[in-house]
C-alpha cells in the first residue's frame, strides 16, 4: 500500500521561504473510520517523529485489504516549533511572537454552538447514524465560516493560519492521535477524553490520565468537546449515547530525545489501538493483554511542586518511584549573599502516588518546576 502525499503551503517567512505541512494518507480497500495522526506540535517533543516514520514503513508492506477506512499521518506538524532553538536546546513549545502555547490555540465548536440545547431537542430520537451526520455537518459548516476570514485581505494572525490548517485536516476524523512528549523527563503516558477510558489500555503505556478538568483549547480537546457536550444533552433528555470518536494526546517519554522504548511503545500501541478498533490488520496484532497495572488517574489528581527556593537540585527521586507522604522529593542546594555559608532544604511529598515527570534543568529559580506525582 502507497500513500498518497500532499505538501500544503502553511505560511510564508520574510526570507521569502515558504513553510508547508506534508500529509501522507493511506486509503483501505474498505470504507471506514478516518484515523488522524500527527507529531510535534511542541517543537522539542520528537519521539512521535519516529513512531510514525515506523509506521509510514510498516504500512507500505500491507496490502489494501488490511485497512477498513484511512489513516492520515502528519509528521513535524509545527515547522516553525519544530525548528526553534534556544542554544543547544530545542523549545517549540510556544509561539516566539505571540506567547502562545502552540497546544491551547484550537477551534473548540462548543463556544461557537449556542443552539446545543435546541439541536438536541429537536433531533435526540434521530438513529445515532444519522444525528452524528447532522452533528457534524453544522461543526464543519461552522468550522469554514469561522475562519473564512483568513482568506480575507486584512489577514489572520498566524495561530489562526495554523490552527485553521490543521483543524481542516482532522476536523472530520473519526480517531485523532496527537504524539507529544514530555517537556521534560516523563514516563510513556497518554490524555483521554471523558467517557473514553474503555480503550485508554490498548496504548499499553505506564499510565493514563482522564481529563475531568479541561485547561483547554488543546487539539485533543477540541476534537472531542463539542460531541461530549451533545452527549451531556442527549442525557439530559433521557438518552444515553456515546459516538464512536475518539481523541488521545500520547506523551513518548521525554523532550528532546529519541528514546527507543518509548518509541517502540508509542508504534506498538497505536497499532494495537487500531486493531482493536477493527481498522488495521496488521501481523502480530492485536497484542495479547498487558499483564503491567494501567492506572487511571483523573488530571485533578495531578500535583506539581516547584521550587520553594532558588538553588541547584540533588538527590531527587527518579521518575516512576512510587512515594508516600514524607517521603524526601527534593533537596536544593541554596546559596546566598548574607555572608553565611550555603544551606540545604530538603522537601517531602504532599502526596501519596507516583512521580511521573522531572524536570530537565537541574538548576532552579524559586517558583520553577521541579517534578509532578500523579496522586492516587
Ligand atoms: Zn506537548
Given at each position: 500500500?502507497?500513500?498518497?502525499?500532499?505538501?500544503?503551503?502553511l505560511c510564508?517567512m520574510?526570507?521569502?521561504?515558504?513553510l508547508?505541512?506534508?500529509?501522507?494518507?493511506?486509503?483501505?480497500?474498505?470504507?471506514?473510520?478516518?484515523?488522524?495522526?500527527?507529531?510535534n506540535l511542541h517543537g522539542a517533543e520528537i519521539?512521535?517523529?519516529?513512531?510514525?516514520?515506523?509506521?509510514?514503513?510498516?504500512?507500505?508492506?500491507?496490502?489494501?485489504?488490511?485497512?477498513?477506512?484511512?489513516?492520515?499521518?502528519?509528521?513535524v506538524c509545527n515547522p516553525l516549533g519544530v525548528n526553534q532553538r534556544s542554544h543547544?536546546f530545542a523549545t517549540g513549545r510556544y509561539n516566539p511572537y505571540s506567547g502562545e502555547d502552540w497546544n491551547r490555540i484550537f477551534?473548540?465548536?462548543?463556544?461557537?454552538?449556542?443552539?446545543?440545547?435546541?439541536?438536541?431537542?429537536?433531533?435526540?430520537?434521530?438513529?445515532?447514524?444519522?444525528?452524528?451526520?447532522?452533528?457534524?455537518?453544522?461543526?464543519?459548516?461552522?468550522?469554514?465560516?469561522?475562519?473564512?476570514?483568513?482568506?480575507?485581505?486584512?489577514?489572520?494572525a498566524l495561530t489562526d493560519i495554523y490552527r485553521?490548517?490543521l483543524?481542516?485536516?482532522?476536523?472530520?476524523?473519526?480517531?485523532?492521535?496527537d504524539?507529544h512528549s514530555s517537556s521534560n523527563?516523563?514516563?510513556?503516558?497518554?490524555?483521554?477524553?471523558?467517557?473514553?477510558?474503555?480503550?485508554?489500555?490498548?496504548?499499553?503505556?505506564?499510565?493514563?490520565?482522564?481529563?475531568?478538568?479541561?485547561d483547554g483549547n488543546a487539539l485533543?480537546e477540541a476534537?472531542?468537546?463539542?460531541?461530549?457536550?451533545?452527549?451531556?444533552?442527549?442525557?439530559?433528555?433521557?438518552?444515553?449515547?456515546?459516538?464512536?470518536?475518539?481523541?488521545?494526546t500520547?506523551e513518548?517519554?521525554?523532550g528532546m530525545?529519541?528514546?527507543?522504548?518509548?518509541?517502540?511503545?508509542?508504534?506498538?500501541?497505536?497499532?494495537?489501538?487500531?486493531?482493536?478498533?477493527?481498522?488495521?490488520?496488521?501481523?502480530?496484532?492485536?497484542?495479547?493483554?498487558?499483564?503491567?497495572?494501567?492506572?487511571?488517574?483523573?488530571?485533578?489528581?495531578?500535583?506539581r511542586?516547584?521550587?520553594?527556593?532558588?538553588?541547584?537540585?540533588?538527590?531527587?527521586?527518579?521518575?516512576?518511584?512510587?512515594?508516600?507522604?514524607?517521603?524526601?522529593?527534593?533537596?536544593?542546594?541554596?546559596?546566598?549573599?548574607?555572608?553565611?555559608?550555603?544551606?540545604?532544604?530538603?522537601?517531602?511529598?504532599?502526596?501519596?502516588?507516583?512521580?511521573?515527570?522531572?524536570s530537565t534543568n537541574?538548576?532552579?529559580n524559586?517558583g520553577e518546576y521541579?517534578?509532578?506525582?500523579?496522586?492516587?
Amino acid at each position: 500500500m502507497q500513500p498518497n502525499i500532499a505538501t500544503l503551503p502553511l505560511c510564508q517567512m520574510a526570507s521569502g521561504d515558504r513553510l508547508s505541512l506534508q500529509v501522507y494518507r493511506f486509503v483501505g480497500h474498505h470504507p471506514g473510520k478516518k484515523v488522524y495522526i500527527q507529531s510535534n506540535l511542541h517543537g522539542a517533543e520528537i519521539a512521535g517523529n519516529g513512531v510514525i516514520f515506523d509506521l509510514l514503513t510498516m504500512l507500505q508492506d500491507l496490502e489494501t485489504e488490511c485497512l477498513r477506512g484511512e489513516i492520515w499521518l502528519v509528521p513535524v506538524c509545527n515547522p516553525l516549533g519544530v525548528n526553534q532553538r534556544s542554544h543547544h536546546f530545542a523549545t517549540g513549545r510556544y509561539n516566539p511572537y505571540s506567547g502562545e502555547d502552540w497546544n491551547r490555540i484550537f477551534w473548540d465548536y462548543e463556544q461557537f454552538c449556542p443552539d446545543l440545547k435546541d439541536f438536541a431537542q429537536a433531533h435526540h430520537q434521530d438513529d445515532l447514524d444519522s444525528l452524528q451526520t447532522r452533528y457534524r455537518h453544522r461543526l464543519l459548516d461552522s468550522f469554514a465560516q469561522h475562519h473564512s476570514h483568513c482568506q480575507g485581505s486584512r489577514g489572520a494572525a498566524l495561530t489562526d493560519i495554523y490552527r485553521y490548517r490543521l483543524q481542516s485536516l482532522c476536523a472530520d476524523a473519526d480517531y485523532l492521535l496527537d504524539l507529544h512528549s514530555s517537556s521534560n523527563q516523563a514516563l510513556d503516558h497518554l490524555y483521554c477524553g471523558q467517557g473514553r477510558s474503555a480503550s485508554a489500555q490498548s496504548f499499553q503505556v505506564a499510565f493514563g490520565i482522564v481529563l475531568d478538568q479541561y485547561d483547554g483549547n488543546a487539539l485533543d480537546e477540541a476534537f472531542l468537546k463539542p460531541w461530549v457536550a451533545l452527549e451531556r444533552e442527549l442525557r439530559l433528555l433521557g438518552r444515553s449515547v456515546q459516538f464512536d470518536l475518539e481523541s488521545w494526546t500520547l506523551e513518548l517519554g521525554s523532550g528532546m530525545a529519541t528514546n527507543p522504548q518509548s518509541l517502540s511503545r508509542g508504534y506498538d500501541g497505536i497499532l494495537n489501538y487500531l486493531a482493536h478498533k477493527g481498522v488495521l490488520q496488521a501481523p502480530g496484532y492485536p497484542l495479547p493483554p498487558s499483564a503491567e497495572p494501567f492506572p487511571l488517574v483523573r488530571k485533578s489528581q495531578l500535583r506539581r511542586y516547584y521550587a520553594v527556593a532558588g538553588g541547584f537540585l540533588r538527590d531527587r527521586v527518579a521518575v516512576g518511584q512510587a512515594v508516600q507522604v514524607g517521603d524526601p522529593l527534593y533537596t536544593l542546594v541554596t546559596y546566598n549573599k548574607y555572608r553565611t555559608l550555603p544551606a540545604t532544604i530538603t522537601i517531602e511529598s504532599q502526596d501519596v502516588g507516583f512521580v511521573f515527570d522531572c524536570s530537565t534543568n537541574e538548576s532552579m529559580n524559586q517558583g520553577e518546576y521541579v517534578l509532578s506525582i500523579a496522586a492516587i
